[in-house]
């Protein structure tokens, strides 16, 4: 199978998909477009990512969007560390574009909560400045597109100095913000950055899924001593998930480098991130309703460090192994993953791994194009049928 | 801003909803005043019969009835303040040395030991012994008289061409070397190239060869010791120093680092060493404006220009300056120090190629900023010749000296070359420093590790 998941692959997937063996939401579409097989399951689905446990929810869990649970985590590690600030475009006054710092200015004023001018390279490089000084910034960024301005700061400073200065100068900071396509927002504002960073030795990277991802990583990352690069996603902010009760107290972080499995499976390993991570649960229940498979999904959380041992551990166990992920197919985390995976379990494997990514292609800002370059439900559905050769 | 909102606001209603939010708040929610900031209040509205704009963007701007576009041309240049001129005379009436004639001629030592230490290290870079040095013959006053000015607990950003900075601080001449030669004392480990020197007790932030990346470093800098004082006022009030080149100066982050400091009152001097090249480019191809000094004005900045040759009008604008910073809280200020570069680039560059040797030797005799102050130490009898000759000759061996210990010295550990990617060793570094230990003891004819600290021992996890 062609790993590389191009527009017009895509649509033959997806159409093969279709036709093959049709799922019920696509049944009733088919007719109209193949455009719309996706669009219409991908709505459907895309709902079904917020999973609320109705009945046997444990007690003192709560629902949290992935926004309040940035904004928590903010707030209490900026009322625990007298050190920690957060600086951006609009992010005091206005609460922030995603208003992910809503409240802070009034909490914590405005010496800790600052609007910067437009000039990304000015507040990023201000904020290594302050972190070489012994300040913890986080820094936000409007999206993460706009770091382009600023990645000069962020690798050749922020990575580096306290390599360079022999190990005298530790960096604490954080970059955050949303990263990835969005909807609608074209080319310039569509880029997944995972790859990009995660090649960099010095920095740290990760990417929250759920609530819980989002609060314990955050946490972590403004306490971590070294730069820590925080992959937001815009579609994610409004997503509820359930918070445990041990998550919502102030001393929740998540350890990085760890991923977390989070459904159990044993016929086939999907490694993934951020929203993907809900699109390979969906994925995951159609593929069981459909056709009786167990898809385990591991939610990697953790991009650099990645959690190499957790992706040989299950595909020792299912042999096989897809990642799914929305950058851009080349030198991305998707090849990372196969070729670790090639390294470290190559004798485990039973058939070729495969990578579902976006499309090498600029994102295009017309709706439909848009929902073409990019992963979604049933076209990962449909390349892990083809891969257990269902 | 706007444009690139106007790209995303179809998907977004968020992002919809904040104009409406922001047009509500500037028409019903007056907010607190800041500095530097017009408040909403202020709005677009405007007076009846006023003679000011009140539009939020320049409110101290009167209203006129004549239509004419300023012209560059219509300015006169900023003036070059000096105290001392190329003869090493008095032309400030008012000037008085404020250091004593021990404290000057240590001054004048370190400009002449930074200045022999070129030489020397220079030509070793050319008999193959280092990769790479620059030197800043021409410009040792601008280094060493500023220097002079702050206190012990400011915090430096330099560029690469401010060892009198370094010198004046308390670098010693083994730790020059050290660095250079990339020895098991460098405190850098052996890992920047050479003349990308750091301290961490002298507060001298490492050397990042990126052009122009320190100064919004500055700028963050500068408002973390702000911070801190404020948060605990037993720490004296302290600035930060920053230094740069012309050229440095057309990089986005200068422009970028001026503004935040003033928006956000950052205790911060910026040094702009105006050397009149950016490696080739001369500064006639560089900008078209009245050198730095003008965009200082423009980012609402005091400012000045002295006679980076004259390291009195130095000393004078940095004491002033370090005032002016720490006034109200804190401020930015800029000072633009003309000088001439009289050395190569680097020792990558070869000057030659783009200015006549006769220019260079005509700026070496006509004016230096070591002869100037030479000049008005004699004027003023407290040297001669002969102190001349023995500092020149003591320097030389000292420099010599060091050199050929720190030439000698083992390198650092292999081991250091896996550590501080991180504050802890992640598996990732350890798995590779294991890699490299079992690749050394396989092969052990094939690699001479003798030179470095422990050998391959230091790889032991």
């Known amino acids: 199978m062609s790993s590389l998941l191009r527009p017009a692959v895509r649509l033959a997937a997806s159409a093969a998909a279709a036709s093959s063996r049709v799922p019920a939401a696509a049944r009733i579409s088919k007719s109209v477009s193949p455009f719309s097989v996706s669009k219409q399951s991908a709505v459907s689905a895309f709902a079904s990512q917020s999973r609320t446990y109705a009945s046997d929810a444990p007690s003192g869990t709560k629902d949290y969007t992935v926004r309040d649970a940035l904004n928590e985590a903010l707030a209490e590690e900026l009322e625990a560390n007298d050190k920690v600030f957060i600086l951006g475009e609009e992010v005091a006054q206005y609460n922030g574009a995603y208003k992910v710092t809503k409240g802070l200015l009034d909490r914590f004023g405005e010496r800790r909560v600052i609007d910067t001018p437009v000039t990304e390279s000015g507040f990023t490089g201000l904020a290594v400045g302050a972190a070489l000084s012994g300040l913890h910034p986080v820094v936000e960024f409007m999206t993460w597109n706009f770091a382009m301005q600023a990645i000069d700061q962020i690798v050749n400073s922020g990575a580096k100095t306290l390599y360079m200065s022999g190990g005298i100068q530790p960096c604490n900071i954080t970059f955050r913000g949303p990263n990835g396509f969005a909807s609608g927002v074209g080319a310039q504002h569509s880029q997944d950055y995972s790859a990009w960073y995660g090649s960099v030795p010095g920095l740290k990277v990760v990417a929250p899924w759920s609530a819980e991802d989002a609060k314990g990583l955050l946490k972590a990352a403004i306490r971590d001593p070294n730069p820590v690069v925080f992959l937001e996603n815009e579609l994610m902010y409004g997503q509820s998930f359930p918070m445990s009760e041990a998550a919502q107290k102030d001393d929740f972080v998540i350890p990085f480098g760890k991923a977390k499995i989070e459904r159990q499976g044993k016929d086939l390993t999907m490694v993934t991130l951020s929203r993907c991570v809900g699109q390979c649960l969906v994925a995951a229940e159609n593929l069981k309703k459909k056709y009786g498979v167990e898809v385990e999904v591991i939610n990697l959380r953790s991009v650099k460090p990645i959690d190499i041992e957790a992706i040989v551990k299950s595909v020792k166990k299912t042999r096989r192994l897809l990642s799914v992920e929305s950058g851009f197919p080349a030198f991305g985390v998707g090849a990372e993953i196969l070729a670790l995976t090639m390294e470290y379990a190559f004798d485990y494997l039973d058939a070729p791994a495969g990578r579902v990514t976006g499309a090498d292609v600029p994102t295009p800002y017309a709706a439909k194009l848009e929902d073409m370059a990019f992963p979604n439900e049933p076209v990962i559905e449909a390349y892990a049928a083809k891969l257990l050769r269902l | ?461």
């Open chain 2, 1 to 461: 801003m706007k444009n690139r909102l106007a790209s995303v606001t179809r998907s977004c209603g968020q992002r919809q909803l904040r104009h409406g939010q922001r047009l509500l708040a500037v028409n019903s929610c007056p907010l607190p005043q800041r500095r530097h900031v017009a408040s909403f209040e202020q709005g677009p509205s405007q007076r009846p019969d006023s003679q000011y704009v009140s539009f939020p963007g320049a409110v101290k701007s009167a209203f006129c009835h004549t239509m004419k576009f300023e012209s560059p041309q219509n300015y006169p240049a900023l003036p070059t303040y000096r105290v001392v001129d190329q003869h090493g005379v008095v032309v400030d009436p008012d000037f008085q040395p404020d250091i004593s004639d021990e404290e000057v001629m240590q001054l004048y030592r370190h400009m002449l030991t930074v200045s022999i230490m070129d030489i020397i290290m220079y030509d070793a870079q050319r008999q193959g012994r280092l990769s790479f040095y620059i030197v800043s013959a021409g410009e040792e006053a601008v280094a060493v008289g500023s220097a002079s000015c702050l206190s012990k607990d400011d915090v430096i950003f330099s560029q690469y061409r401010e060892q009198g900075v370094f010198a004046q601080r308390g670098f010693k001449l083994s730790d020059f070397m050290n660095q250079l030669f990339a020895n098991k004392h460098d405190p850098g480990k052996g890992r920047n190239m050479p003349v990308h020197y750091g301290s961490k007790e002298l507060h001298i932030h490492t050397i990042s060869s990126p052009l122009a990346t320190q100064i919004p470093q500055a700028s963050g800098a500068a408002y973390a010791l702000k911070m801190q004082h404020m948060q605990d006022p037993s720490i004296p009030p302290r600035v930060v120093a920053c230094y740069f080149g012309d050229g440095a100066a057309s990089e986005g982050d200068f422009h970028a680092a001026l503004n935040i400091a003033a928006t956000k009152s950052c205790p911060v001097i910026f040094i702009c060493r105006n050397n009149g090249f950016a490696i080739s480019t001369s500064t006639l191809e560089q900008y078209r404006g009245d050198g730095i000094a003008s965009r200082g004005l423009g980012y609402g900045i005091e400012t000045i220009r002295v006679d980076g040759n004259d390291i009195w009008a130095v000393r004078e604008a940095t004491k002033k300056a370090r005032e002016l910073a720490l006034k109200d809280g804190g401020q930015p200020v800029l000072i633009e120090a003309m000088t001439y570069r009289v050395s190569h680039h680097s020792t990558s560059d070869d000057s030659f190629a783009y200015r006549a040797k006769v220019e260079v030797e005509d700026w070496k005799r006509r004016d230096n900023p070591i002869i100037r102050l030479r000049k008005w130490m004699e004027n003023k009898g407290i040297w001669d010749d002969n102190k001349e000759k023995e500092a020149r000759e003591s320097t030389r061996r000292e420099v010599l000296k060091e050199f050929s210990k720190a030439e000698k010295e083992k390198k650092p550990p292999i081991r250091t070359m896996f550590e501080d990617v991180y504050e802890e060793m992640t598996p990732d570094n350890k798995a590779q420093m294991a890699q490299l230990r079992e690749h050394l003891e396989r092969y052990p004819e094939e690699y001479d590790v003798g030179d470095y600290v422990g050998g391959r021992d230091s790889l032991k996890p």
